[in-house]
């Protein structure tokens, strides 16, 4: 009976678990495209620093915004990033929360069910004991049934034969 109640208890943290992990990875997939992102924005950005196109090898102005437009860009994809990991951390921990709920609830009635079981065993057993007093007593009393049943019969056979008897004599 007891595996019963852990199947009961298992079978919605799994299905909740499946749903959970499906989600979790288009959300990782997202943050995975993002880091991506960021990594072919530095790169850019590191090609943009060496990058010197004023007279005798200088930076002009033009590559110094260059260079600062990715950086920019590169901060905002690193804000999206960190808001994501931020929704994720937060997203966990609702999970987190919402299965312990889910685990104690259950618990909770695998104990009901547990208690259930115990009253009902032990009713059972004292409706069998009454059901076997029934019987004992039951069995006892038709014994005597009969026995007084065959004596009447008898008796009523006797006394019919005698009166038969006396009406021939």
């Known amino acids: 009976m007891f595996m019963k109640g ?15 992990f499906s989600q979790d990875r288009e959300e990782r997939k997202e943050l995975l495209k993002l880091v991506n992102e960021r990594q072919v924005m530095f790169d850019e950005y590191a090609a943009s620093l ?22 920019k860009d590169i901060v905002e994809v690193d804000n999206k990033i960190m808001t994501r990991l ?14 312990s709920y889910d685990v104690n609830q259950y618990a909770e009635q695998l ?34 049934t009969y026995f007084f049943l065959g004596f009447f019969s008898a008796l009523i056979v006797y006394f019919l034969r005698r009166r038969k008897l006396s009406r021939k004599n």
């Open 86 to 99: 931020r929704q994720l951390l937060e997203y966990s921990k609702f999970e987190k929360q919402t299965m």
């Open 111 to 144: 104990k009901n069910f547990e208690r259930t079981q115990d009253t009902l065993l032990k009713q059972l057993a004292r409706l069998e004991e009454e059901n076997a007093k029934l019987n004992k007593s039951g069995s006892g009393r038709s014994k005597w």
């Open 6 to 20: 852990v199947f009961f208890l298992l079978v919605p943290v799994l299905f909740c678990q499946t749903y959970l």
């Open 50 to 71: 060496k990058r010197k196109s004023g007279i005798f090898g200088q930076k002009t102005k033009n590559d110094l915004r260059t260079t600062h437009d990715k950086l």
